[in-house]
């Protein structure tokens, strides 16, 4: 296994103040009765790239300077609210928690509202309404998922797939640690600040502990999140999708795009396993794994993310090898 330098600036580096074009927040109807709410960041003449938020994330906790960063790497960022999240539209169905905790053990649940693949189906009418013939797409946690999905599913519009902190479907990798359990499906207080003290539990318990983040931080964000609009309804169907998702390892075997996976040693929400796992799927994916990172994005890693999401989308229309790159460890 090689190693690549811990994260963080190098003597030679140099901030780079370019400025970056920032769309307001726009809305494209991406399926009857779909409305997304979406945000750009770079030269609508860069190469397309979809960032795609996980379980109850706004775009928003999508960090702008990352945004930024990535444009200043040549790519036309877009940024967008999933389904039942934010400004996006939300949609009827009721799911019970005692249906969450069957499909957790793997039990049937019965109908749901909506599954994976409508999530994807979203993304891929997002790229329709943007002129996309196809964007390289990148996903953290569901995110990921997502973003999976839309490469098994309509490979013709993925010019390549970056999956962070993710998993391929599998029940037996990339489970969620049981100390999480009673968080997830706790009923949420309806009040702003009962909801950023929520937060912060969570935070706590999923950030990386290698890489803190700012306690001031991390409540504008969740204020900032309450303010955009919130939908404790919408995460328990985003979680029932993620529960009854599909084991995507037999298609992710025929993906015939560039692939990259970034996972933390120290992910509650997703075991590394998952990573692991979705790695070994891809054919020439490249694995990276970060000591001492939990489920988050933290400013430390900014960097790490850009450049791996640069050399994937480097590697597009390029020949790639036809087994697994060598697994990369970045440590601190």
Known sequence: MSTVPPPGPRPDDSPDDRSVPVSEELFATVAPGIE???????????????????????????????????????????????RDTGRSSRVRGR???????????????????????????????????????????VGVSMGGMIAQTVAVEHPSRTLSLTSLSSTLGRRTV?????????????????????????????????????????EAERRARAEETYDRGISPSG??????????????????????????????????????????????????????????????LPEQLYGTIVDLVRRTADRAGAARPAEQTDSSTVSR
């Open 36 to 82: 997304l709410c979406y945000q750009t960041y770079g030269d609508p003449g860069g190469e397309p790239l979809l960032l795609v938020m996980g379980l109850g994330g706004p775009m928003t906790w999508w960090p702008p300077e990352l945004c930024e960063q990535l444009a200043r790497a040549g790519f036309h960022v877009v940024r967008y609210d999933n």
């Open 95 to 137: 799911v019970h928690r005692a249906q969450l905790v069957r499909a957790f053990l793997g039990r049937p649940v019965g109908s749901k509202p909506y599954a994976m693949s409508d999530l994807g189906s979203d993304a891929v009418g997002l790229m329709d309404h943007l002129g996309f013939d196809a964007a390289h797409v």
């Open 174 to 214: 990339g489970w969620q640690s049981p100390v999480l359990l009673p968080q997830l499906i706790a009923r949420k207080a309806g009040s702003r600040e009962a909801y950023v003290a929520g937060s912060e539990r969570m935070w706590q318990l999923i950030g990386s502990p290698d890489f803190p983040t700012d």
């Open 235 to 296: 995460v328990l169907r985003q979680m029932l999708a993620i529960l009854t998702q599909p084991d995507r390892s037999r298609q992710l075997r025929t993906l015939d795009v560039p692939a990259a996976v970034l996972h933390g040693s120290a992910d509650k929400m997703v075991h590394v396993s998952g990573g692991r796992a979705t790695a070994r799927a891809i054919p020439g994916a490249e694995l990276v794994l970060v000591e001492g990172m939990g489920h988050d």
